[in-house]
């Protein structure tokens, strides 16, 4: 039987050490880390990862600053208050919940986003130091896949990875995080052709379909590590994973749950990124 990668516990020991750099940066700088979150209409998935986040914020010591706006919002309206949010030096990261209404362009808001203050990653800079392994913030939750693994003592150099998803939040960042840490990285998606066999030759498997069980447990390589991502919301209002969990964790040696694996890192990733912005700002990192 699988060891259960336990996300809600690794994020919680994470929060708790953040929350000592956070007393810390006051005392020393006199500087709280400040993140204005902005949500733009009333998507109640949204709403819900808005409200977790800033929850996670206020029990660390970050300030958070709050920006609901109307769906009516246009795209100038939201520029204008990302300029505003750029500016202000109370700010050390801005997160724009995503999706945007249609009216929005969102490529156009996360490209106006400072990149000293895209906490979230998604900004095109970030995503080529990511991929050239410079300085910059990675995205929070392939973040949280790989702490994952390093509090795990998962060492991904010299295995073989697949990651099954190429979206720019997760599939690719990831692959490219494995690929950083000397794995041997293959992308799968929805053309890959017998996704199974490819699946059963990963030491480490990392599942962002949004597919609920689609990742079957004879899959799975006898010992290898597999991270859930996917976050799937059954008809019964249940959540589950893209990977069959009962099955998978008969072969696997270590697998997360989903829900409680990857969603509680990506919030401890989002805190961890403010608070590094907002050292920087004072010279600290
Ligand atoms: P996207 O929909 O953007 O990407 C899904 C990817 O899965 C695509 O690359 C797609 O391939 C691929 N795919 C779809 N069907 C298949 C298939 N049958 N076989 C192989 N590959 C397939 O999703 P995201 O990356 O945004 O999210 C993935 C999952 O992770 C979702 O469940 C989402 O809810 C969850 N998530 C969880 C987060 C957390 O904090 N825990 C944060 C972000 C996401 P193609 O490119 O060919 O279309």
Aim: net charge neutral; proline share 6%; charged share 20%.
């Amino acid at each position: 039987m699988a060891r259960i990668i336990d996300g809600k516990k690794i994020a919680l020991s994470i929060r708790q050490e953040l929350k000592n750099d956070v007393a810390e940066l006051e005392q020393q700088k006199q500087v709280v880390p400040g993140l204005a979150v902005v949500l733009v209409g009333l998507d109640p998935a949204s709403q819900v990862y808005v409200r977790m986040k800033k929850k996670a914020c206020a029990e660390v010591g970050i300030t958070s600053f709050s920006h609901e706006l109307s769906s009516e919002t246009s795209e100038v309206e939201l520029l204008k208050l990302i300029d505003q949010l750029n500016q202000d030096p109370m700010v050390h990261g801005i997160l724009v919940q995503l999706p945007l209404p249609s009216q929005i362009d969102e490529s156009k808001i996360i490209e106006a986003i400072s990149p000293a203050k895209d906490v979230d990653g998604f900004h095109p800079y970030s995503a080529g130091q990511l991929m050239t392994g410079g300085p910059g913030f990675w995205p929070c939750t392939p973040w949280g896949v790989m702490e994952l693994l390093r509090v795990e003592g998962v060492d991904p150099k010299g295995k073989s990875a697949v990651v099954i998803g190429r979206s720019n939040i997760v599939g690719k960042p990831v692959a490219m995080m494995l690929l950083a840490a000397h794995a041997t990285v293959t992308i799968c998606h929805s053309r890959t052709p017998d996704l199974a066999a490819v699946v059963r030759q990963a030491d480490i498997v990392v599942a962002a379909v949004g597919r609920p069980r689609m990742v079957k447990g004879d899959w799975i390589k006898e010992g290898a590590t597999v991270i859930d991502v996917g976050t799937n919301r059954l008809d019964d209002g249940s959540l589950c994973g893209d990977v069959d969990f009962v099955a998978a964790s008969e072969r696997a040696a270590a697998i997360s749950p989903s829900p409680g694996g990857v969603g509680p890192m990506t919030i401890a990733m989002l805190v961890k990124n403010t608070i590094v912005s907002a050292k920087k700002s004072c010279g600290l990192a």
